[in-house]
């Protein structure tokens, strides 16, 4: 169909405002035909990069030459009384005017002064009003007005209470998103005006804010995991041994991600924060055996050896099952696949990677930090120590009191 513009969308999973629209940004700024200037040269800088494709901008200004929209200008005779009631007349004219409420019945209905002999079908019309000056004449509007014709956006947006016109581009095979609204801002700003800047919408504005919350994400679950493992095991020491493992987890999950070409996006940070989860319980298993151990009287060497020993099928079995339990994410095709591929290679890969050096990680760290922390069969010593000692002073006493009486 002539003037009609069609566009094929494949929208996200998680159902994020624009998902599937390619890159969103608005430029924003105080007056639309300066925003207009602005995303037309972005549009024009955009399109000559081969990674954004079918570039286009919101602001369109084809109203006029469809359906006719007037401009009424103002000639030198007209005063300020004049057009005073020119606006009564003129919505009085198109749309009707309340002049007054009457009551039937304790029920309030309003009044509108409508024109039903002349209605307003043409532009032209307009120029048949007569308006009562400020000396008590009538005359007719075109004496004191002209109406003109001129193009106009059908609509105006507005984005962070700002003045904005959206531009859409589809990206190539490969541009993340994220680099793709760091290199359009780059292209972009140099050709903007002054009060005129970039704001992300959509998919951009979505993986900034998760940027953001991501860090916020990980600082939360690292203290409640620590202040948890604190709790429970009675010792700062043993809580800081546990999450040892985990930024080398993080860490060979952002290698794993780097070596398939994924992404860091909504998926693969929720793999993140799982990931954390369990790198953790897996040092629970050997630290909480081992100080178990050193309960009973042995050494710390031969605490976290015998653990190690006695714990290594638990935790291979946990590692093993979780990474087969992700391989249907790696495998999966279709509609979405490429996402949740990465939340899967986020626990394949640093599951893997990681399931050798963790097994090494954990005990040599607990030999190095555990010596300054005191099993619990010491304070069992200590309490029976104390015990012993206060009824052997109980008895000293007693002997005391006993001695002179005799």
């Not at 359906?67 to 103002?74: D, F, L």
């Not at 993340?176 to 359009?184: F, R, V």
């Not at 600082?219 to 095991?233: E, P």
């Not at 100080?291 to 009973?296: E, T």
Request: hydrophobic share 45%; proline share 4%; with cysteine.
């Amino acid at each position: 169909m002539t003037g009609v513009r069609a566009f094929a969308v494949s929208p996200n999973s998680l159902g994020v405002r624009g998902g599937g629209n390619g890159l969103q940004f608005a430029v924003v700024g105080t007056s639309y035909e300066t925003l207009a200037k602005a995303a037309d040269a972005a549009v024009a800088t955009l399109s000559k990069d081969a990674r954004f494709g079918n570039v286009r901008s919101s602001y369109d200004t084809t109203l006029g030459a469809v359906a006719g929209q007037g401009r009424p200008t103002a000639g030198r005779n007209a005063s300020a009384s004049t057009f005073s009631g020119l606006g009564n007349i003129l919505q009085s004219m198109l749309d009707g005017k309340q002049v007054g409420t009457i009551f039937i019945k304790e029920v309030s209905y309003p009044v509108y002064l409508q024109s039903t002999s002349q209605p307003i079908n043409d532009p032209t019309d307009l120029e048949n009003i007569f308006v009562k000056t400020s000396d008590g004449r009538f005359v007719p509007m075109s004496s004191i007005v002209s109406l003109s014709e001129a193009p106009a956006a059908p609509s105006l947006n507005r984005e962070s209470q700002q003045r904005a016109i959206t531009i859409n581009a589809g990206l190539s095979d490969g541009f993340a998103m994220g680099d793709a609204y760091n290199e359009a801002r780059a292209l972009v700003t140099p050709h903007l005006p002054p009060g005129v800047s970039i704001i992300p919408l959509a998919e951009a504005a979505t993986l900034g804010e998760n940027a953001n919350g991501l860090i916020i994400t990980f600082g939360f679950a690292v203290i409640v995991i620590v202040l948890v493992l604190a709790a429970q095991f009675e010792s700062f020491v043993s809580a800081g041994i546990i999450m040892v493992t985990v930024p080398f987890g993080l860490a060979c999950a952002v290698f794993a991600l780097m070596l398939t070409h994924g992404s860091l996006n909504v998926y693969s940070e929720i793999g993140l924060v799982l990931l954390v989860g369990i790198m953790a319980k897996n040092g629970i298993l050997v630290v909480e055996f081992a100080n178990q151990l050193r309960d009973r009287g042995m050494s710390v060497r031969h605490a976290i050896e015998e653990a190690s020993r006695i714990r290594l099928r638990p935790i291979m079995m946990t590692k093993l099952s979780t990474i087969l339990g992700a391989m249907p994410l790696v495998l999966a095709h279709g509609a979405g696949a490429e996402a949740r591929a990465s939340l899967g290679w986020v626990i394949v890969g640093a599951l893997g990677f990681a399931a050798v050096s963790t097994l090494y990680l954990t005990p040599a760290t607990y030999m190095v930090f555990a010596r300054f922390s005191k099993p619990r069969s010491h304070e069992s010593e200590r309490l029976a120590r104390e015990l012993d000692e206060a009824k052997g002073k109980a008895v000293d006493e007693a002997d005391a009191v006993a001695k002179p009486a005799e």
